[in-house]
């Protein structure tokens, strides 16, 4: 079964830019999501189709999709950034997979 | 701004049936062609896709659950409901009803509140 992996926690200070990754097999091959969800929230979808950004995303948060990695890259991060980010892939075969989620912690 | 909001038992047994039902408002579940999903999570754990139903009454299951789950669509009740048999521990989570967004499958860009639902005897 196809599987999405994300490290479990990425450290950023203020200012600074967060790199959030997601791997899986042939990801290019697939649409990437990313999802963050901030505690007794439900998630918020904050990038489709690899690099667009939903009405209301900043500019300073990005994507990219290459070979078998998915990126979220969010420039000049702030607190309102610390949260848990999850990948999802969805292609007409595998459907619906998510990531293990990743914690940004702003220090 | 469309609005999905689940309701059901927050306690089920084990071996038992979970069932689950999104009412949707502030818009119709017959609108265009979009897909309906059911969602969970479990604590410590990513999100897990359950299965996903158009108005249409088409239907997607993640494979992991697709022998227990049956998902269906009441348009006129404006609806879609989640049943789950044969539970057992491993399906406690916070089960979330979920829209696709407008321009592309399989984002999804409208959630409700989320229930949290315990298999337990």
């Known amino acids: 079964s196809f599987e999405l992996t994300q490290p479990p926690s990425v450290s950023v200070s203020p200012g600074q830019t967060a790199t959030i990754p997601c791997s899986g097999d042939?990801?290019?091959?697939?649409?990437v999501s990313w999802y963050q969800k901030k505690p007794d929230q439900s998630p918020v979808v904050v990038m489709y189709q690899d690099m667009k950004r939903p009405s209301g995303i900043p500019e300073r948060i990005s994507g990219s999709n290459s070979g078998n990695t998915a990126t979220l890259t969010i420039r000049g991060t702030q607190a309102m950034d610390e949260a848990d980010y999850y990948c999802?892939?969805?292609?007409?075969?595998?459907?619906?997979?998510f990531g293990g989620g990743t914690k940004l912690t702003v220090l | 701004q469309l609005q999905l909001q689940e309701s059901g038992p927050g306690l089920v047994k084990p071996s038992e049936t979970l069932s689950l039902i999104c009412t949707v408002s502030?818009?119709?579940?017959?609108?265009?062609?979009?897909?309906w999903a059911w969602i969970r999570q479990s604590p410590g754990k990513g999100p897990e896709w359950i299965g996903s139903?158009?108005?249409?009454?088409?239907?997607f299951y993640n494979p992991s659950v697709k022998s227990r789950v049956t998902i269906s669509v009441d348009t006129s009740k404006n609806q879609f409901s989640l049943k789950l048999t044969s539970v057992t521990a491993a399906d406690t989570a916070i089960y979330y009803c979920a829209r696709e967004v407008s321009t592309a499958r399989g984002v999804f860009g409208y959630w409700g509140q989320g229930t949290l639902v315990t298999v337990s005897s």
């Open positions: 139903v158009s108005h249409r009454g088409n239907t």
């Open positions: 999802q892939a969805w292609d007409s075969r595998t459907f619906v997979v």
């Open positions: 042939g990801l290019s091959q697939k649409y």
């Open positions: 502030i818009g119709s579940i017959s609108t265009n062609d979009y897909y």
